[in-house]
T-cell receptor, first 110, second 113 residues
């Protein structure tokens, strides 16, 4: 499984876009990038995933660079409830095993 | 909504006790997982199961065993609890063939004294 690296923590103002980077320079062609988040005292929650193309859903957008060595999760209008630890994960295609790193602690400030 | 429930939110056990942590999911998912989460170490996979009576070791299986007698239930067993097994334990499930969306339970915070 490709190793991912993320900043330990980030801050964002409420209402602004939060851009969370992730490096996955050793990712192989069949490995997906997944994003989860964990709000304090809860289990992790799936956000979005992608392989090559940019993806968008009701929660967030995922921008993957053309060389696939990095990606950015975008929360377009961060709210206080988005304060959480965000995990960027990759795995080999077809494997249900996800390896969680330490993630990025995002704090959304009023 | 998919629900993954865990038998207890908080549990206190003594060293040497046998501990059972139960996890139940209601969406007929094939795959189930047990993780532990510790400060500074993130989530680490203990065991997972692709089907009834099937199990595979994760990254840190030592000191643990699992049981999957029914599709909806996945149990984590600490044969002889030790203080270094004090942790938050999280169960997850995912539909077979759908890799990305693991559904997590609320977690069990286990303290071994």
């Amino acid at each position: 499984d490709a190793k991912t690296t993320q900043p330990t923590s980030m801050d964002c103002a409420e209402g602004r876009a939060a851009n969370l980077p992730c490096n996955h320079s050793t990712i192989s062609g069949n490995e997906y990038v997944y994003w989860y988040r964990q709000i304090h005292s809860q289990g992790p929650q799936y956000i979005i995933h992608g392989l090559k193309n940019n993806e968008t859903n009701e929660m967030a957008s995922l921008i993957i660079t053309e060389d696939r060595k990095s990606s950015t999760l975008i929360l377009p209008h961060a709210t206080l409830r988005d304060t959480a630890v965000y995990y960027c994960i990759s795995n080999q295609g077809g494997s249900e095993k996800l390896v969680f790193g330490k993630g990025t602690k995002l704090t959304v400030n009023p | 909504d998919v629900k993954v429930t865990q038998s207890s939110r908080y549990l206190v056990k003594r060293t040497g006790e046998k501990v059972f942590l139960e996890c139940v999911q209601d969406m007929d998912h094939e795959n189930m997982f047990w993780y532990r989460q510790d400060p500074g170490l993130g989530l680490r996979l203990i065991y997972f199961s692709y089907d009834v009576k099937m199990k595979e070791k994760g990254d840190i299986p030592e000191g643990y065993s699992v049981s999957r007698e029914k599709k909806e239930r996945f149990s984590l067993i600490l044969e002889s609890a030790s203080t270094n097994q004090t942790s938050m334990y999280l169960c997850a499930s995912v539909k077979g063939g759908v890799t990305y969306e693991q559904y997590f339970g609320p977690g069990t915070r286990l303290t071994v004294t």
